[in-house]
């Protein structure tokens, strides 16, 4: 039980560790300046 626990441990790490890296890679690969969304809500305007 405790091995099953422990693979279960190191799973969830690496899991967050992941989402983690792609969050970083999004977050500067995103272009700089102004962004203009518009949708069904409206227009949007959002400085980066």
């Known amino acids: 039980m405790k091995?099953?626990?422990l693979y279960l441990?190191?799973?969830?790490l690496v899991v967050?560790?992941?989402a983690l890296g792609i969050y970083v890679?999004?977050?500067q690969t995103r272009?700089?300046?102004?962004?203009?969304?518009?949708d069904d809500k409206?227009?949007?305007i959002l400085q980066n």
């Open 3 to 5: 091995q099953n626990s």
């Open 9 to 12: 441990i190191i799973g969830a």
């Open 16 to 18: 967050v560790v992941i």
């Open 25 to 27: 890679y999004r977050e």
């Open 31 to 38: 272009p700089k300046g102004v962004e203009l969304k518009i």
């Open 42 to 44: 409206g227009i949007s």
